[in-house]
T-cell receptor, first 115, second 115 residues
Framework: NAGVMQNPRHLVRRRGQEARLRCSPMKGHSHVYWYRQLPEEGLKFMVY????????ESGMPKERFSAEFPKEGPSILRIQQVVRGDSAAYFC?????????????FGDGTRLSIL | AQSVTQLDSQVPVFEEAPVELRCNYSSSVSVYLFWYVQYPNQGLQLLLK??????LVKGINGFEAEFNKSQTSFHLRKPSVHISDTAEYFC?????????????FGKGTMLLVSP
């Protein structure tokens, strides 16, 4: 499968635990975007990364959330000390290196549930 | 700032009937426009995009959309729907002047096709 791979597909955490969501972009794509989808809402942009660089994190909550895209390995979205309001579907998308005309290719998402 | 409004949260329609899903956008600059489809428990799949040129854009699965600059609209149409078209449809915009393709989404329209 040459598409965007996200894992796990489903993640259950208790309040106060940490959640780590992984995303491997499509082959040849070096740009990664993370979005959050709350129930009955559209997707909201969180962060845009290139290899080893955070380019735009204007949509990230100021606390508890962080993202990285190391030189080797997948991109990671990390949520510390999770709360019930973090329950959502988190989608990763990737695109080739270019401008705003490049469509993004989405993974199937990670459904995060907080008990 | 950009925003996208999808006026209908749900559109019920009978199989083989035509359908139009409405999308209006608000932006102080020109935009690129996209329609994505999301099947249950899956990621988003690109249906079509408008970058420039002809205002009528044809996409996959028999869908098309028309860009109307004066009305700031990008409505999605299909002349005859199938049961398999039942899904959530998202309209999105990106800023051509940015160096990357961060998307701003509408809240989505659920298309419900019944026999």
């Amino acid at each position: 499968n040459a598409g965007v791979m996200q894992n796990p597909r489903h993640l259950v955490r208790r309040r106060g635990q940490e959640a780590r969501l992984r995303c491997s972009p499509m082959k040849g794509h070096s740009h990664v975007y993370w979005y959050r989808q709350l129930p009955e809402e559209g997707l909201k942009f969180m962060v845009y990364l290139q290899k080893e660089n955070i380019i735009d994190e204007s949509g990230m909550p100021k606390e508890r959330f962080s993202a990285e895209f190391p030189k080797e390995g997948p991109s990671i979205l990390r949520i510390q000390q999770v709360v019930r309001g973090d329950s959502a579907a988190y989608f990763c998308a990737s695109s080739p290196p270019s401008g705003a005309d490049q469509p993004q290719h989405f993974g199937d998402g990670t459904r995060l549930s907080i008990l | 700032a950009q925003s996208v409004t999808q006026l209908d949260s749900q559109v019920p329609v009978f199989e083989e009937a035509p359908v139009e899903l409405r999308c209006n956008y608000s932006s102080s600059v020109s935009v690129y426009l996209f329609w994505y489809v999301q099947y249950p428990n899956q990621g988003l799949q690109l249906l079509l995009k408008y970058l420039s040129g002809s205002t009528l854009v044809k996409g996959i699965n028999g869908f098309e959309a028309e860009f109307n600059k004066s009305q700031t609209s990008f409505h999605l149409r299909k002349p005859s729907v199938h049961i398999s078209d039942t899904a959530e449809y998202f309209c999105a915009v990106s800023d051509p002047n940015s160096g990357y393709s961060t998307l701003t989404f509408g809240k989505g329209t659920m298309l419900l096709v019944s026999p």
